[in-house]
């Protein structure tokens, strides 16, 4: 406490009629005439106040009118009426700023909205006010969004405008997807033909076997300095898929949706949107133009293809010198039916396009050197954790093995009318 307050300072201290400051048991006591405020330890208020009102901020109480004021650290020892202030009187307490009243974290109220707002950010992050003595506003400072309760008690979104929360909180696929917020459009929206949108928050996916299906968990963990971005897709349920925003669609956009579309496949049913599995759209999404047309692979873009790449059952033969028998490495809590082949075969094309782009780059010294050494079929410095090549052979044998479970659209390039043999019966 000493080091947050004068942090390297070297204070001198002497006998005086006034102390200015006297130290206590787990508090600071600062005189100054005619108040006196103590300073309350900010560990002491973590589960009575949001996130982003403890971390980073000191904490002062006014002994004489019985209030706490939550200064940013940089202006500790200056008060200012933009800061929240704690009003304590008997039987009750009262936080406000201006004309903003802050609802307490143990409120019915602050319960209700951030269960239906945790899927994109931690409830003890979120500043729920009563403005005007009117609104109810919800801020959600890590994803930089804001909804506010409507006329119709419905929880609005500021931006994208127009869009409420719906309660179905279902897109036909994505299922298992824990992560997730469903919005519709107002009921009396202008546009009747207004396509419904869901908000994905990036971040790194964990996925776990619940209840008979995949449940997939994207980390929106962490300090509230840490700032979160997200994915908006807009659910077209003619077309039966999701559409990205074509102003903001990157690589890496495309290969995150591959990527949630492919941990949430249910191999032995169809989602009910899409009308095929989400191994199906994976690939059909790895195969598209949208991935491989690009300048050049960023290190989201690459992480993302080395997940992807992982997804398939890696293979290697039990006795090397003979070639007869395979070890079969599957992941722990995902169907062996979502652990396709093509999985890989796709990522190592987009790596590979990579790799023969890179000519056109600028590179330093140390890259280009690195560059020059390296054969076309290793990796590059972006891929260093792309996981090792099983061997065409291997992953041809499991997709011809396979490809009776899959739809001709899902079959592995590597397939071809060649390796398939006619049946000759006995009796012909």
């Not at 801020?139 to 719906?166: A, Q, R």
């Not at 076309?376 to 954790?385: K, V, Y």
Request: glycine share 4%; charged share 20%; aromatic share 8%.
């Amino acid at each position: 406490m000493f080091t947050l307050l004068f942090g390297a300072q070297t204070l001198d201290f002497g006998p005086r009629d006034v102390p200015r400051m006297i130290a206590e048991i787990g508090l600071a006591k600062k005189e100054t005439s005619p108040d006196t405020f103590e300073l309350i330890p900010s560990q002491k208020l973590g589960l009575d106040l949001p996130s982003v009102l403890v971390e980073d901020h000191v904490h002062w109480f006014n002994l004489k009118t019985r209030t706490m004021e939550a200064r940013l650290v940089e202006t500790l020892w200056k008060s200012s009426p933009d800061n929240w202030r704690l009003h304590f009187s008997s039987g009750s307490h009262l936080m406000t700023k201006g004309d903003a009243r802050l609802f307490d974290v143990c409120s019915q109220t602050w319960q209700i909205l951030s269960k239906r707002l945790q899927a994109l950010e931690n409830p003890m992050n979120l500043i729920i006010t009563l403005e005007n003595s009117d609104t109810v506003s919800v801020d959600l400072p890590c994803c930089s969004l804001s909804f506010f309760i409507n006329d119709k008690e419905e929880l609005e979104c500021h931006h994208p405008c127009g869009m409420v929360y719906d309660e179905r909180q279902s897109v036909g696929m994505l299922i298992g997807l824990a992560n997730k917020l469903v919005l519709q459009p107002k009921a009396n929206s202008i546009d009747e033909g207004a396509w419904r949108l869901v908000l994905v928050p990036e971040g790194d996916v964990s996925f776990t076997r619940q209840d008979g299906h995949v449940r997939v968990m994207v980390d929106t963990s962490g300090s509230m300095q840490k700032r979160f971005l997200y994915q908006l897709f807009w659910i077209d349920s003619d077309l039966g898929c999701l559409i990205d925003n074509a102003s903001y669609a990157t690589l890496a956009s495309n290969l995150y949706q591959a990527y949630l579309h492919a941990l949430t496949s249910k191999p032995s049913s169809v989602d009910p949107l899409m009308q095929r599995t989400g191994t199906e759209e994976a690939l059909s999404i790895l195969h598209s133009a949208a991935c491989w047309s690009f300048m050049k692979v960023d290190t989201c873009s690459a992480k993302l293809l080395c997940c992807i790449a992982e997804l398939t059952a890696h293979r290697t033969w039990y006795l090397k010198h003979l070639n007869c028998m395979q070890n079969v490495c599957w992941l722990k809590g995902l169907p062996v039916a979502s652990q396709h082949c093509g999985f890989y075969i796709a990522c190592s094309s987009i790596k590979e396009i990579q790799q023969q782009q890179e000519v056109f780059h600028e590179k330093s010294t140390h890259e280009q050197s690195t560059h020059e050494q390296s054969t076309r079929e290793q990796s590059t410095p972006l891929f260093e954790d792309f996981p090792p090549n099983s061997g065409d052979h291997l992953l041809l044998c499991a997709a011809i093995r396979a490809a009776v479970l899959y739809p001709e659209a899902s079959h592995v390039r590597l397939l071809g009318c060649g390796y398939d043999s006619v049946y000759e019966a006995r009796d012909a």
